[in-house]
């Protein structure tokens, strides 16, 4: 049987936020292999997570935090199901991690997708549609590459679409599908402000 090292197995807790018997079972499983037993622990974390997200979210904090230099600052309301999960301290860190990652994104301004107006997506539709390098492209390829470059663009000004700034290779919405995979409930970002000195 593969002897799977404890430090191997720590490493991939403090990597992935998985309990210490899922890392040990993951690397197991994956003869050793730390890349793919992240991947392996995410995937199962988005499924688990997928289960519990329409789950009612009547607890949580607000958390600020400012910026050093004190010209930029960020409050913010992180719901969880309850209170026993929003005084864990890797529930604070999470939020804590969240408000740091909007203060480090001038363009976020929304959570999800869903919240962006339908006005903002038709004017970004209308300025891509007006761009020299569609002219002579069939219609059909025409919509793809607008609306390609629209997502995009769009993507940029939600928070849960942002990669995380402790690790790029995952996005903030992946972080709290892992949390809640951690913590056993739904965690939701309900809304946040950003605040720039003389803005």
């Known amino acids: 049987m593969l002897h799977i090292d404890a430090e191997r197995v720590r490493e991939l807790r403090h990597k992935t936020g998985a309990g210490m018997m899922n890392c040990k079972r993951a690397l197991l499983e994956s003869n050793g292999n730390f890349e793919e037993a992240i991947k392996s622990l995410r995937e199962k974390g988005q499924a688990s997570a997928h289960q519990k997200i329409n789950r009612k979210t009547i607890e949580g904090i607000v958390n600020?935090?400012?910026?050093?230099?004190?010209?930029?600052?960020?409050?913010?309301?992180?719901?969880?199901?309850?209170?026993?999960v929003a005084r864990r301290e890797e529930f604070q860190e999470l939020v804590q991690n969240i408000a740091m990652q909007i203060a480090a994104s001038p363009d976020v301004l929304y959570i999800q997708s869903s919240d962006i107006p339908e006005e903002?997506?038709?004017?970004?539709?209308?300025?891509?549609?007006?761009?020299?390098d569609l002219i002579n492209k069939p219609d059909e390829i025409k919509e793809k590459i607008i609306l390609g470059r629209v997502e995009k663009t769009l993507k940029n000004l939600t928070l849960l679409n942002q990669p995380c700034i402790r690790d790029a290779s995952i996005t903030v919405d992946e972080l709290i599908k892992e949390k809640i995979s951690l913590f056993g409930e739904n965690i939701r970002i309900k809304r946040f402000t950003r605040y720039t000195l003389g803005n």
């Open 120 to 132: 903002i997506f038709l004017n970004e539709k209308k300025i891509e549609s007006e761009k020299e």
């Open 64 to 84: 600020s935090y400012i910026h050093i230099g004190g010209k930029i600052g960020v409050l913010i309301e992180v719901n969880c199901e309850t209170d026993f």
